[in-house]
């Protein structure tokens, strides 16, 4: 059998491919006389595991036809990589498949020709990494020693597919019987469709993969398809049943189960949830809010004692409805220094000093009765109805904001954010980065490097 290669002539090429002419194949394109076949071939491959940027995997697939394109070099007479062109790699990417007996199986199709092509054009980079002799013939060449990229796939025509889908059946069939087959395969059939295959190559290897996995829930588990195909079944059936198959091909079998399991059971395999964007916060008062609030809770009411601590507990300390309800007025003490705090019961307690703006309030309500409670009740509905009827137009007072209004304060204040969380009684850092653009200010640059010079 000869071939026509370019700038090398006719050659004859026996086949099948013996193994002394692999072994003279490492004479004829490695740099190391020698090296053995399998060493080069090694040495291929993690050259491209190393310096491709390929996954493991990829970098396995891509070194898979390091020997065999060697092989072939040698067979055309190729005696150095200098011979080697752009016509030889794809004459090589383009020979037909064959048997261990030479003999021809089938020609390669468009896909696989581009899949031999791109393993080519890792083996040649790799090759010249190595420093095999390799010299550019003509202008195809640059391809393969340009950075290769694998080669994406055409979508196929939607009826090109439906048929492919309806013509499958294997010939050989490792799950059982091929007859067991015929029992399941109609479902099967409408299920791959039904998910929408990108193209025909996508389709067959889900055929493949969900009409193993319906052999084993319908006729070795006498189930029904769609009811067993839930992730647990899907590992089952993986992990135990094909516990003989190697890593690879239970991870293409697990990934193929996955990616059909909405479409075969949407129950058992909801789809992912969106994301739910970040909450927006409730903004804080400004200052002129907050001086009407203190002027509500001194009005001459009933109320005015109980008014007069939720607006100091809440705005003026951040407490939460609870521990507003739980304070005895013993909880509002004097410090030595002149400033006054409130000690907080409950889950969380701490010591909370009161803002600047709050201590005058804070001292008139000292002056009041001391015997009873601020709130009748412990209960956080009692502190609602109460800062409903601390208004300003139409609004009552919220309790997150005015929580909010105090975090807000001590981030103008510069206290620092672990103190912060202390007396706060527990906050997120996720909560202060989204008050930070209701408290920052427009800084001048060089007030900025003045300021930073702190730390």
Known sequence: MSKPVRGIGFVEVPLPFEPSYRNRALMAVAPDPDASLRD????????IEANSGLSPSSAKRAASGGSPLFAFAALQGVRTWRAVSADLLLEWSAEPLRDRGGRIVRERNADEIRAQMWKARHIVAAAVRLGAPVQQLDNGMRDFLDPPQKPERADDDPAEIADAVAAWRPQRWRHGSLRNLDTVLPEVRERVLAAEPEDVHEARKWLRALAGFALWAVVDRHSDLAAMHTPNNVETWVMRVNSGQDADWQNRARGVLR????????AAWPRPAKPIPARQVAAPYQAKDEQAFRAAAL??????????????????AGLNGTEIAAAEPSDLA????????????????????LRRDYLALAAELASTERDTRYVGSDKPGAVHQIVQRIRIGDDGLSLTRARN?????????ETPPAALVVIAGGVSYATLDRLLPHVADRVDPDDAVERALGA
């Open 40 to 47: 080069w071939s090694a040495a291929i491959r993690a050259d």
């Open 259 to 266: 990616r059909l399991g909405p479409t075969v059971n949407p």
């Open 299 to 316: 009005l001459p009411r009933r109320d005015r004692r109980a008014r007069m601590w939720v607006v100091i507990a809440a705005a003026g």
């Open 334 to 353: 004097e410090r030595p220094d002149g400033r006054w705090e409130i000690h907080v019961r409950g889950i969380r307690a701490r010591r909370v000093p």
């Open 405 to 413: 209004t105090f975090l807000a304060a001590h981030l103008r204040a």
